[in-house]
Every structure is written in C-alpha cells, then in structure tokens.
C-alpha cells in the first residue's frame, strides 16, 4: 500500500503565491509518474503539471510559466509551486502517483487539497 499525502493550498489574492507537496509513503514501492490534477466545481479532474514516466515535467497550457512542479527522489515527494495564481486556477488540487507496490501495478490519488483564489 503507497500513501499520499498532501499539504499546501488554502486561499489567496489574485496575482499571490502558493505552494503544494505531495509526500508518498509505503514499503517496498517503486513510483514511474507522478503529479497534480485539479477539479474545479462542475468541472472534469484535469492535468496541471506532471513528471512523466520518462522523467520529463509536462504542464497544461493554462499554467505553463505561471507553476512549478519539481521533486525530491529521495523522498518520494513532488512539489508543485504556483505563481501568479488566478481566479480560474480555483480548484481542488489531487496528487497522483503511478508505480508499482510489491510488484503490483498502482495508480493512488491524494485526498486532495482547496486552492482558491480570490479577492
């Protein structure tokens, strides 16, 4: 069993900072992806920013030059940090980890964390 878990998030001004983590915690698991989907109210779970399987970071339009994701291998944890935050970027915030657990296929989702941005 792979545990995610996330912190970060909360409410913000338009044109703020904010930053999230994902920490993954378990035994004997091996993570090939992992990143941060969001689903704003209404709305289907999309791509934010992801580490690919390949190693390469990947971001959705919407949030490209504006987020971060980054990581520490070491740790099991990916970072996704968010500037210039807008009102559209509204949004519960879901870490997503892809891999394998004694030696069993896994995809796990975070609980997920609010991210708003208002005035």
């Known amino acids: 069993q792979v545990q995610l878990v996330e912190s970060g998030g909360g409410l913000v001004q338009p044109g703020g900072s904010l930053s999230l983590s994902c920490a993954a915690s378990?035994?004997?698991?091996?993570?090939?992806?992992m990143g941060w989907y969001r689903q704003a109210p209404g709305k289907q779970r999309e791509l934010v920013a992801a580490?690919?399987?390949?190693?390469?970071?990947v971001y959705a339009d919407s949030v490209k030059g504006r987020f971060t994701i980054s990581r520490d291998n070491a740790k099991n944890t990916v970072y996704l940090q968010m500037n210039s935050l807008k009102p559209e970027d509204t949004a519960v915030y879901y870490c997503?980890?892809?891999?394998?657990?004694?030696?069993?296929?896994?995809?796990?989702w975070g609980q997920g964390t609010q991210v708003t941005v208002s005035s």
């Open positions: 997503n980890a892809l891999g394998w657990v004694s030696s069993k296929p896994f995809d796990y």
């Open positions: 378990g035994s004997n698991f091996w993570i090939n992806a």
């Open positions: 580490f690919t399987r390949g190693g390469s970071a």
